[in-house]
DNA sequence: CCGGTCAAGTGGCTCAGCCACTAGGCCACC
DNA sequence: GGTGGCCTAGTGGCTGAGCCACTTGACCGG
């Protein structure tokens, strides 16, 4: 079998520099939260111009890896580049019924607190995270960011720090769940108007009421992701 | 709740084009192999640069729903430039025993005929397919492109249509099986053995062999692929 | 302490252009 | 006849320079 003119295997370079990128971010032990080189500065090191780096950042962004701020650089938002295999997707779908059980006991709990620890600043935050949720479904987006930013202001002005770092163990499952049940059709509709009966249990610091809100809220998400089929509302 | 000075959502030049990218698909009826327009045509088109039609072309490239052939243009590989949705994956491998075993018994039989009925041209296009599989291990990959092209070749040279149809039925989960049966440790090295095995047995005409040989070698795969999947129900 | 201004840093995007590769047509030579 | 060389147009790959928009933090005056 001649060797020499075996088939050419071509690269783009954006995926070389995508190679170095992984390589990098493992290398110097970034994690998540932590900020990338300026594009200008990846460029001029790895010698490619900006616009192949530019190319190999999107790739990350599209895949959730890395969040872009303009004027305010490139982030981490987890601790590795690395694509989750199929294989352990499927493998933390299995433990994720554990997961909602789990959300389900200390969310409830947090609105509980929410309702009667929030300060009035507290409140604004939940109220913010409320009305992004609503601009990002008025533009056909699922409301991802605002709710992720409700519950972490609910658990903020909840004032529990250990309920706050439990939460924090399940926090990328929980991204997750939420990314894909919003993408049900009409879930994200329905998810703002069970997150706006919390926020105003809540702001009224009816305790009682927020934390059956909360519970019915958690329960519809699971139930929407362990695609049980039973109808919501 | 003030609806004026809401928080601002701030979208992607990029993510815009791969929005209209997906629109012209669908309406100017486009399907696989088709030729999509060259990208200066879609800058001026929609009135962006360059670089940010490459940027959204290069996201359908890495989701593998868009082939980019230097100097030759781009291609569609699906009808479709729609990513899959969770739901849609963890349903299809539910399928996937069943549809391993009718792999099983389709290339089995694939094999046999194609010891049998290949003309030299034909033994040559399933060496080069191992040649490049070889190549893309070599240089780091895990020869997902060789392996695809070296049954293609023996389903072609089999010379029966009807097997030939039943293949292309079950063609795209195969592809799915594949991509993540070699990204298991040091399956691509012994993947290629076993390529190369069914190759001998195909070249020296010996149809049991061959069959048997790529009896194996489904069954490896399927086994590589059962072991991480345990049904939920 | 508050608010405003300013400059540096950084991502978003464009423009113009060169290079490399593909595909198809043409033609001379065997 | 067809094989191989050659040319050309079309197209993707990549670069470099540059402008704009946004974030951040420091500084300053009230």
Do not use: C
């Amino acid at each position: 079998m001649s060797e020499a003119l075996r088939p050419m295997v071509k690269s783009r370079l954006y995926e070389q520099v995508l190679e170095r990128l992984r390589a990098y971010v493992g290398e110097a032990g970034l994690s998540a939260g932590d900020k990338l080189p300026a594009e200008r500065d990846l460029a001029a090191s790895l010698g490619v111009s900006r616009a192949s780096v530019k190319q190999a950042i999107v790739v990350l962004e599209v895949q959730g890896l890395v969040e872009a701020r303009h004027g305010g650089g490139t982030y981490l938002v987890r601790d590795t580049l690395d694509v989750e295999p199929v294989e352990q997707l499927v493998e933390r779908r299995k433990r994720l019924p554990e997961v909602l059980e789990a959300r389900e006991a200390l969310e409830t709990k947090l609105a509980e607190l929410a309702a009667e620890r929030r300060t009035d600043a507290e409140l604004e935050d939940i109220r913010r995270a409320l009305v992004l949720m609503e601009a990002e479904i008025a533009e056909g987006g699922f409301g991802v960011e605002g709710d992720r930013r409700f519950h972490a202001a609910v658990t903020a002005a909840a004032h529990s720090s250990l309920l706050a770092d439990f939460m924090k163990t399940i926090a990328g499952q929980i991204t997750e769940s939420r990314n894909e049940s919003l993408r049900q059709p009409g879930r994200p509709s329905r998810s703002l108007a069970q997150h706006t009966a919390i926020y105003e249990a809540i702001a009224a610091g009816d305790a009682r009421k927020a934390a059956s809100a909360m519970r019915k809220h958690v329960r519809t998400v699971a139930k929407v992701r362990l695609l049980t089929w039973v109808p919501e509302d």
